[in-house]
């Protein structure tokens, strides 16, 4: 067991597993953790496989092990909840705040001794382990929350846990990208319905990270700048498409904006990524986080299916290139109707919107609080 | 009124429907086709807009006038049967082979006057008009029907309509790339349960082809050859994830799959296009296509959704880089689970695989036909 102190008077106290893994309790009044985990040990499953994709030259990550994961297990057996009674859980304690631990179905996983991917482009030898790490980062211990339902003070010890763990995994040597996700609704696939978030930290730069790497280059050779600055302030001109703005943060649903729904969350001070983040920025987050999440699942009075992810800046390059936003996109575009990658999306990348940008801004905007 | 022939003994006959659009019937039996359109005309929505996504220089198509379509009609009164009795379909005859007309409400469509795009990267005057076409195929007029279900005759009869309606798209000159594709199943988000194919024909190279161009002319130009050439060779070389072979085609899961049960399926000697195949590739296709599809359905012995996509060479640049393949995915992974793009997939680029190539194509195999 080991204990430290990180910012906004968030403690950290990290145990052991019964089968070895970390789990980290962040709290914020000092809670002290002790609860052992006394479930038997299983075995872990062992690393997948990295396999080039020639046409594209883009890694896939195969994790064949993870077919058999949990999917969609009744409240009563739901892995999140705290341990209570006979359920024994991946929290063992009896009630959390945010808890941190690896995936116990990582897609990416650490490496065995020395490890580095080929740079190949065509059919060759063509592979790789697929290192990184797969983390579960649970934010409420309410089975039946939400983000939007959390306290501005739960958002901070959130927001503190992401920070921490962006921090932490930047020192491993094979990570080079660092990307905290939710997947909220069955609608986007979640296996869990537990709200929960995860970090996938890669080792290698994920491919849609790569193209906004190369453009934001090409855009700083041509113009001294960095794009993503440019890009918020347009959004901040243009005013139409702003949902909501504090002092440190301005949300906003892009200008083109692939889903109905899509909201970006920037901060006005750019940074690279939630480490370089100051307290009062971070101090900040909460109240803006829970203001457009609130208007997203009052648009239709139901709680709105969103992937929403935290866009950095690469571990190791870019650095002066890419900057921190928090991107939600909705599937939904209509009660009862989604958004599908379908034919165009899906086979050719090209996305085709069904709503306005500025539409879908100003029906949030309108959204009573 | 026209009419033409084409191969594989295929004619074709141009009748106006009422709204101004082209239905053109493609017939093996020489049928007489005259059935007038007798529906009121209805206001055709405008063209929608082209906006650049700055971050990663790509267009997305805003189609916000196509919110309101038809959303899963129930059969009787399905706009892709042929009109019989009161039902004034989108067919004006009461039976037809293989039609192929203007999508009612198309995302892209016929720019009026002089048109371009403007070549920008970053927040600059990004945006244009959505000119493109977009084109329904319908090749049964068994409302239940499938394509596996077609016989050889029908799928030979739909490749001569969708090699004629590239050729012909190719010849208009804002359209840049062409991709047939079939939707299959609400699952992947089809809006009409009629089967159905469509031709999405570009004005601007999209995201996903504009990878491969690049990632072909690198390959080219440090190889000398032909990147997807080298790609077959080597399935053909590996054996082990080949599910298919005549003749002329060969069908297998790619080393790199995206999806569980991911079809390629290429012609032996390589073409930019289907205008380009030979009579006898022509001929060859239709078996190993209704092969590779009763397969898929076999394997969990369900109708599979899944996007069937051509992939072409673009019309006018790259025609020696890339080449005619046909790619199947199928979004189901097991009986009841789907794949979903999700945090991962969908904001970062980065696809996990939950099953090895190698074993799908096993499980392919193994169907019984």
């Not at 991107?327 to 709503?355: C, H, N």
Request: proline share 7%; glycine share 6%; hydrophobic share 35%.
């Amino acid at each position: 067991m080991s204990s430290k102190q990180l910012g906004a008077k968030v403690s950290r106290t990290d145990l052991t597993m019964s089968d070895g893994r970390t789990i980290r309790y962040y709290d914020s009044a000092g809670q002290s953790r002790s609860a052992k985990d006394s479930r038997p040990v299983e075995e872990q499953p062992g690393i997948g496989e990295l396999r080039l994709d020639p046409l594209v030259n883009e890694w896939v990550v195969m994790a064949a092990h993870r077919q058999g994961r949990v999917f969609l297990p009744p409240k009563e057996l739901c892995p999140l909840c705290p341990t209570t009674g006979d359920l024994l859980t991946e929290i063992p304690d009896s009630n959390y705040e945010v808890v941190v631990f690896d995936n116990k179905n990582p897609s990416l996983r650490s490496p065995v001794g020395d490890w580095a991917l080929p740079d190949l482009i065509g059919p060759g030898t063509d592979t790789g382990s697929a290192a990184g790490k797969c983390e579960v980062v649970c934010f409420t211990d309410n089975h039946g929350g939400s983000f939007k339902d959390l306290s501005e003070r739960q958002v901070r010890t959130l927001l503190e846990a992401w920070r921490d763990r962006t921090e932490e995994l930047s020192k491993v040597s094979y990570i080079r990208h660092i990307a905290p996700f939710e997947n909220r609704g069955e609608e986007v696939g979640v296996t869990l319905a537990h709200p929960h978030s995860q970090i996938y930290a890669y080792s290698y730069i994920p491919p849609r990270v790569e193209k906004m790497l190369s453009v934001a280059k090409k855009y700083k050779e041509s113009s001294g700048k960095v794009l993503f600055d440019d890009v918020v302030a347009r959004e901040i001109r243009d005013q139409e498409r702003i949902i909501a703005k504090n002092e440190h943060w301005v949300a906003f649903v892009p200008y083109a904006a692939r889903y109905s729904f899509e909201i970006h969350v920037a901060p006005l001070s750019p940074v690279a990524d939630l480490a370089e983040l100051s307290e009062a920025q971070s101090d900040a987050f909460p109240s803006i986080a829970l203001e457009v999440t609130k208007r997203l699942d009052g648009v239709f009075n139901i709680p709105m299916a969103y992937i929403a992810t935290w866009h950095q800046a690469p571990v190791r390059e870019g650095r002066d290139l890419l900057r921190l936003h928090w991107q939600i996109t909705s599937v939904r575009r209509a009660p009862g109707k989604l958004k599908y990658l379908a034919g165009s999306e899906s086979t050719m990348g090209a996305f085709i919107m069904d709503l306005k940008p500025e539409q879908s801004a100003k029906q949030m905007r309108e959204v009573q609080l």
